[in-house]
């Protein structure tokens, strides 16, 4: 069964930095093209940042610059650099396969991120 765990959330002031994690098991990440998600209140999810087997990455125009999406396959594990968070960044992050190239696996719980002016 496949489960993902999130984890790295927490509250930190605009200009700070996380990073968040993503424990996958019963999928392999170094095989799959994943992706960070965040879904804010009142919005729809967005996908934030992607990563493909091959290390291509792409980002949403609204992180560019400051997040980087990163894998280590030996842990099956995807992490999410955030730098220079601002307020806008305050969402439940997700991470979960890119629907572009797969069929979602299972949601996990997220992890929440509160930047504070």
């Known amino acids: 069964q496949v489960q993902l765990v999130e984890s790295g959330g927490g509250l930190v002031q605009a200009g700070g930095s996380l990073t968040l994690s993503c424990a996958a098991s019963?999928?392999?990440?170094?095989?799959?093209?994943m992706a960070w998600y965040r879904q804010a209140p009142g919005k729809q999810r967005e996908m934030v940042a992607s990563?493909?087997?091959?290390?291509?990455?792409n980002y949403a125009d609204s992180v560019r610059g400051r997040f980087t999406i990163s894998r280590d396959n030996a842990k099956n594990s995807m992490y999410l650099q955030m730098n220079s968070l601002k307020p806008e960044d305050t969402a439940v992050y997700y991470c979960?396969?890119?629907?572009?190239?797969?069929?979602?696996?299972?949601w996990g719980q997220g992890t929440q991120v509160t930047v504070s002016s």
């Open positions: 990563r493909t087997s091959f290390g291509t990455t």
């Open positions: 019963g999928i392999r990440v170094s095989v799959k093209a």
């Open positions: 979960n396969t890119d629907r572009r190239y797969h069929d979602y696996v299972n």
